[in-house]
Every structure is written in structure tokens, then in C-alpha cells.
């Protein structure tokens, strides 16, 4: 359905079951899981799908190594179980991928290979391959580039990968196969409660951001999972409370990650340093063709669309990344630098009268007013917490109780038979992230012309027509993961894509807004 239609049919529908408020992971998650159950489902986002932290990840699918170190076995093995989950259902876009930790000194290979043979063991079934003791010799052929200076071998243990804008399209595309109604660029400026026939409703306020229209829609159930912003929105719903001061769910920190060419590192393993010489964790991470280095941890107050990463961040990240590897990191060799903002709970206080789950690493609260918020978790375990957060609908009675488990086992948009070979996620990016869906791309005009690496003509229109793009930004950060892989090429890539959104769409694609964004990813350009 064009994008037209869809304005005009969303509030022609009545009464919806559930809207969710968020186009990240996990809101996604809940519009698909609740549209499997055959519930009514309109999930609007107010920017594009998987446009803030879903698509800034480390792209990692991992159970959390750092978890067993505090004893929280429970956490591991659930996230290990959902880890297979997602490289089931998704194996276009989510893969295994070795992990090398190297070994400087003598106590670091079975110290770190006890605990990562306790992972294995956690993992059972689940488990994508065993934990290996490497010798020198076998470290260094694992992860050419690495520093040899003192090397005395490592341990080799298994993870996933995923490409996370990707992967949130495909739960989007999945969801609305499954009859959610799935709309972008649509914000959400107020959620009142009323008294229908058939007990509470609640009035969702919209606003179009694309084309400025202004609409209303009703529902039993209103999910807010938008992420590091849930605040904001609950604030808006609960007037009582912008007299006094809110308790806040969310305590944000931001992750930066900087990209570099494949030849600092070119090899199929990623590298973990698990303690730097400050205590932190380093990754070096081959995805898409490219190097990710990463990640910071840093708490920060204000909540940016576009957080920019801090001078002492990127020196951490280069400092380290040259120890690591054989090679020094210099800022001229950064392709990418983006940051991404994440939602730790700050575990809150319900309103009066409403009750709250502090539930694995996310927080659930339903509000007095109905108002079903859920922040927290990570990429690995999206799907689990979507079906927390309708199990608190039903025991909220806001929606009446259906079977679920169904997303457990439903292949997402794209999704080829499990016997097909996959290229890794490793190379460089193409026709195969889409799937069995690669034949429609190339039933779209200009499958021939190649515009930059991995990117055609029939992409960006495929893009347009059915992945919900409107803005070039859209294309080259999400449906092409250019931007984060190349900032400079994505600029140069900008125009022409514009021109094709614009014959396809008839609407601005936003050209001059992306050509600045891209100077911000570049920090040689942008000062940092």
C-alpha cells in the first residue's frame, strides 16, 4: 500500500487493538508478535524505521560473556537460546561469526577459556561451535593484522552477527505481511484516555512529518517503546506529572564505533580485547567489507537525534585499536564514525495507581492511565521481550489473552530456505541482504547500472517503492548501510540517489540535510 493510501485508510479503521508507538527493535518486535495473533496493529514511528539506536548497534548477536562473571547464568542461556532464534529466522541478515581473544600473557588463554567453555555448555543445542585454546601460530593466521608483539596465543569462541537496519525492515515488511499497519515519519504528539463502550480507549494524536497532515486514531492498548525517548512520551500522557518531577525509566549512555578498511584486519574472525589498559572492551569486528572498532560506554543527559561522539572517545578508540593491531589507527583512516545512544534502565517508579516489572535487562511499566511502557534490552533479545510485553497487556487487561510462541519459529521478510549457502556478512555488502527478495529488487528499472559498491539503481527504487523510504538519508543509512561504512562515498552516492527518490516519490529527499550528516560521520570533516 502507497504511503498515500495508507494516511488515508489508518483513520477510516475504527477502533485498533494495539498501536505501537516506536520502529525500533523492539517495537517491531511487539507489532509483528501481536499482528501473528491476529490482533488489529498500527505502529507509527516518528522519524524512519530503526533511524535511532537499532540501527547504531556493534551488530553483534551474543548471549553477554560479561553476564557470567556475575553469576547471572539464567540471562546467558536465555539470550544464547534467542541468539539461535534470530540466525534462524533471519539467516540472510544474522550469521555466526568467530570471535579471537588474544593472549599476552600466560594466565589470559585459560582464564577467559574456562568461562567461554561454561558458555558453550550454556549455550547446548543453541551453540554455534566449540571453544578452542589457540596457539600463537593459529592466532595469528586467525586474525591477520593483529599485534604480534608478545603474542602467546588466544582463544577462539563462536557469536552472531547481523545487520541491524536491515534486520528491522525485515520485521517491519514481516509485520505488515502479517496485517500490521507499519507507517514512518508519523509522530506521535498526544495519547489521551477515554471512556468507550467496551471500557478504556485511548485517542492517539499524529502528525504526518512528510506531509504535514494531522490525524486520530483509537485504540484498547498503546505501547510506547520508543527507545531512549520513552520519557518523553509518558511525560505527555501523564499531565499530573509535568508539575512534579517524573521518575525517569531511561539513563542513557552512547556507544561510538569508528570503521575503518578491511586491511588493518583481513580476515573472517572478529578480535576482542576483554580488558584494555583502562578496563574497558575493545572489539574489532569485519562487517560489510569494512573494520568496526568500538565500542565507549558513556553516560550522558541530553538525548541528540544525532549524538556526536566526544574528542576522549575517539582517542580511547584509536589508542586502543593501534595496540591491538599491528598497525597504528590515525583519524585519516576512519571511512565512518557513528554514535549510538542506549537505553539503560533507570529503574522507575510506577504512577499512582499503576504497577511495574523490572524483567531481565528491560524495565516494563503500565501506567495508571494504560499507557504500556517498555525500554531497555538489546538487538539479541527482541523477540522475548516483545512477548513480555504483551504478556503484561493480557495481565493489564488491556487486551484479552491469544496464544503466542509463533514468532519463534515465523521466517522473516526475505528469509531463504535454511539449506541455501550465505555469503558471510563480512563482505562487502549486495544483492544476497535481501534474500529471496533479491529477484523483485531486480524487477525494478536499472538492476544493471551500479551506482556505488553494492548499491544499483533498481535498490534505490526498490527502496522506495517497498521498504517505506522517503529520504535519501533512508537509503544510503539503512536500506544501503553506506553511510556507516563510508561517509565520503555516501556523499558522492547522495545526488543521484535524490533524483531517483524524487522521480519515484514526487517529494523532497531531503538531499542537503544528508550531505551535512555525512560531514558529522567523517571527523576529519567535522572537527571531532
Known amino acids: 500500500m502507497k504511503r498515500a493510501e495508507l494516511l488515508e485508510s489508518l483513520p477510516r479503521h475504527g477502533v485498533y487493538d494495539l498501536v505501537v508507538v516506536g520502529g525500533g527493535a523492539t517495537g517491531l518486535g511487539v507489532a509483528l508478535d501481536a499482528a501473528l495473533r491476529g490482533f488489529s496493529v498500527v505502529l507509527l514511528e516518528s522519524h524512519d524505521f530503526a533511524g535511532g539506536t537499532s540501527s547504531r548497534s556493534t551488530k553483534l548477536l551474543h548471549g553477554g560473556v560479561r553476564y557470567l562473571a556475575q553469576g547471572n547464568l539464567a540471562l546467558v542461556r536465555e539470550a544464547l537460546a534467542e541468539r539461535a532464534t534470530v540466525l534462524r529466522i533471519a539467516p540472510h541478515l544474522a550469521q555466526p561469526l568467530p570471535f579471537v581473544m588474544p593472549s599476552y600473557h600466560w594466565w589470559q588463554t585459560p582464564f577467559y577459556g574456562i568461562g567461554l567453555k561454561l558458555y558453550d555448555q550454556l549455550a547446548g543445542s543453541a551453540g554455534l561451535g566449540r571453544t578452542e585454546f589457540l596457539s600463537r601460530e593459529q592466532t595469528l593466521q586467525a586474525l591477520p593484522g ?89 511525560d505527555h500522557t501523564q499531565p499530573a506529572l509535568a508539575q512534579g518531577s517524573p521518575s525517569r525509566m531511561v539513563s542513557p549512555s552512547q556507544g561510538v564505533h569508528v570503521v575503518v578498511d578491511r586491511d588493518f584486519m583481513p580476515g573472517g574472525h572478529a578480535l576482542l580485547v576483554p580488558k584494555t589498559r583502562d578496563g574497558r572492551v575493545l572489539f574489532a569486528v569485519p562487517w560489510l567489507g569494512k573494520l568496526v572498532l568500538g565500542t565507549t560506554d558513556t553516560p550522558r543527559k541530553d538525548l541528540p537525534r544525532e549524538p556526536d561522539a566526544f574528542a576522549e572517545e575517539l582517542e580511547f578508540i584509536l589508542s586502543e585499536g593501534s595496540q591491538a593491531l599491528s598497525r597504528p589507527v590515525r583519524r585519516e583512516d576512519i571511512k565512518s564514525l557513528w554514535v549510538g545512544l542506549r537505553p539503560l534502565v533507570a529503574a522507575p517508579a510506577a504512577t499512582e495507581g499503576g504497577t511495574k516489572v523490572l524483567s531481565r535487562e528491560h524495565t516494563i511499566v503500565v501506567d495508571a492511565n494504560g499507557l504500556v511502557t517498555v525500554t531497555g534490552g538489546k538487538w539479541t533479545t527482541y523477540r522475548a521481550m516483545a512477548e513480555d510485553v504483551l504478556e503484561r497487556c493480557f495481565a493489564s487487561q488491556l487486551l484479552p489473552r491469544r496464544a503466542g510462541g509463533l514468532t519463534a519459529s515465523h521466517a522473516l521478510a526475505g528469509a531463504p530456505a535454511a539449506s541455501s549457502a550465505a555469503i558471510p556478512l563480512y563482505a562487502a555488502p549486495g544483492l544476497h541482504l535481501y534474500g529471496v527478495d533479491g529477484a523483485q529488487v531486480n524487477e525494478c528499472p536499472g538492476k544493471d547500472t551500479l551506482l556505488g559498491p553494492g548499491l544499483t539503481e533498481a535498490m534505490v527504487r526498490y527502496a522506495a517503492r517497498f521498504e517505506h523510504a522517503q529520504t535519501v538519508e533512508d537509503v544510503l543509512a539503512r536500506r544501503s548501510r553506506m553511510l556507516f561504512l563510508d561517509a565520503a562515498e555516501a556523499a558522492r552516492l547522495a545526488p543521484g540517489v535524490a533524483a531517483i527518490l524524487q522521480q519515484e516519490l514526487g517529494t523532497d529527499p531531503a538531499l542537503r540535510p544528508f550531505l551535512d550528516l555525512c560531514a558529522r560521520y567523517r571527523p576529519v570533516a567535522s572537527g571531532i
Open 146 to 234: 593483529v599485534n604480534p608483539d608478545g603474542l602467546r596465543g588466544g582463544v577462539k569462541y563462536w557469536d552472531g552477527q547481523f545487520d541491524d537496519a536491515r534486520l528491522a525492515l525485515a520485521l517491519a515488511r514481516s509485520a505488515e505481511a502479517a496485517g500490521a499497519r507499519v507507517l514512518n515519519y508519523a509522530e506521535v504528539t498526544a495519547v489521551r484516555q477515554l471512556q468507550g463502550g467496551e471500557g478504556p480507549l485511548s485517542t492517539i494524536d499524529v502528525s504526518d512529518r512528510r506531509g504535514g497532515a494531522s490525524f486520530e486514531l483509537q485504540a484498547r492498548c498503546v505501547v510506547n517503546a520508543t527507545g531512549v525517548w520513552v520519557d518523553a512520551l509518558r
